[in-house]
């Protein structure tokens, strides 16, 4: 069975630009996590997608967005690049049954630096 | 609130055992979960506890006590690719969202 991907692995954007990063979960697996990741902050957890809709959402502000799609993919957005937007963007994925979760399994990250 | 704490930076020695410790409080538990992360790479899940007790998997093992919102990660017959860091994460009811701990950076020195 193929892992988490995500695309794409590295970026580099300046500041104000917007920025789109995009997550395959494991097939089966309708949940979708996004985590932020810094040396200074560790993992900080971003939103959760479950069949299309956000089930839980982190402290960060609206520039930080997300989506889901039917077959799970999902997607983040972040408008108005800032330099401390420069991070490893960590997405994760996990089955739930019978309400459920299940472990999660992390892709290999996208690597954002902001300039 | 949710809370977990984990030792910054631990060092041991290549063929020895180390335990790492994490404490949490959250407001709801539905299972603890150990990942190893090296450097520039994503994490990758190591064990599970939801039960209390030892669960043990080849060289690592993880102990759960919900009743002290406490669990440690044992690792055995150290090796130099065990240098990595190990994050604690707890897992809330249903709906809930994962937290995790701000990891623990073991070095292993030969």
């Known amino acids: 069975k193929a892992g988490v991907t995500q695309t794409p692995r590295y970026l580099i954007k300046t500041r104000g630009q917007q920025v789109t990063l995009s997550c395959s979960p494991i097939?089966?697996?309708?949940?979708v996590s996004w985590y932020q990741q810094t040396p200074g902050q560790g993992l900080q957890f971003l939103f959760e997608?479950?069949?299309?809709?956000?089930?839980n959402k982190g402290n960060f502000p609206g520039r930080f967005s997300g989506r889901q799609f039917s077959n799970s993919r999902s997607e983040m957005n972040v408008s108005t690049l800032e330099l401390g937007d420069s991070a490893l963007y960590l997405c994760a994925s996990s089955l739930e049954i019978l309400g459920v979760q299940e472990t999660q399994y992390f892709g290999p990250g996208t690597r954002l630096l902001v300039l | 609130g949710q809370n977990i704490d984990q030792p910054t930076e631990m060092t041991a020695t290549e063929g020895a055992i180390v335990q790492i410790n994490c404490t949490y409080q959250t407001s709801g538990f539905n299972g603890l979960f150990w990942y190893q992360q090296h450097a520039g790479e994503a994490p990758t899940f190591l064990s599970y506890n939801v039960l209390d007790g030892l669960e043990e998997k080849g060289r690592f093992s993880s102990f759960l006590s919900r009743s002290k919102g406490y669990s440690y990660l044992l690792l055995k017959e150290l090796q130099m690719k065990d240098s990595a860091s190990y994050l604690c994460?707890?897992?809330?009811?249903?709906?809930?969202?994962?937290?995790f701990g701000p990891g623990t950076r073991l070095s292993v020195l030969p």
């Open positions: 097939s089966g697996h309708r949940s």
């Open positions: 997608y479950f069949s299309e809709t956000q089930r």
């Open positions: 994460a707890v897992k809330g009811n249903y709906g809930q969202n994962f937290v």
